[in-house]
């Protein structure tokens, strides 16, 4: 069984509004870089949105600032992307991820590498 899946996708027209869930279970997520990433068809994973669990301090790419909103429940292990006034440039697969350090700071770089943990991916489509 995978250590992180995500759920929460859909389709939706511009404007609405998903929230994804990224289920860690037993998988430790103290003290840790989570995030979340996509990859449109035919483009390459970019970073989304970045939380470092232990300093509560979330981070985001410029295109979805102001729209989208991560979190985390601690009581259930979840990681959570709410993702308002969605755009037709918002369709991809969303991925959440488990970097291996407590920092966020380097975060985009596990798109190349090897490192870290990554959940199978879930569809938003956002049609116009």
């Known amino acids: 069984q995978a250590a992180l899946m995500e759920s929460g996708g859909g389709s939706v027209q511009a404007g609405g509004s998903l929230r994804l869930s990224c289920a860690a279970g037993s998988f430790p997520t103290t003290r840790r870089c989570m995030a979340w990433f996509r990859q449109a068809d035919g483009k390459k994973r970019e970073w989304v949105s970045a939380?470092?669990?232990?300093?509560?301090?979330?981070t985001y790419a410029d295109s979805v600032v102001g729209r989208f909103t991560i979190s985390i429940d601690t009581a259930e292990n979840t990681l959570h992307l709410q993702m308002n006034n969605l755009e037709p440039e918002d369709t991809a697969i969303y991925y959440c991820?488990?970097?291996?350090?407590?920092?966020?700071?380097?975060?985009?770089?596990?798109?190349?590498?090897?490192?870290?943990?990554w959940g199978q991916g879930t569809q938003v489509t956002v049609s116009s």
């Open positions: 939380l470092s669990t232990g300093a509560m301090t979330p």
């Open positions: 991820a488990a970097d291996v350090f407590p920092s966020c700071d380097r975060i985009e770089t596990m798109i190349n590498s090897t490192r870290g943990w």
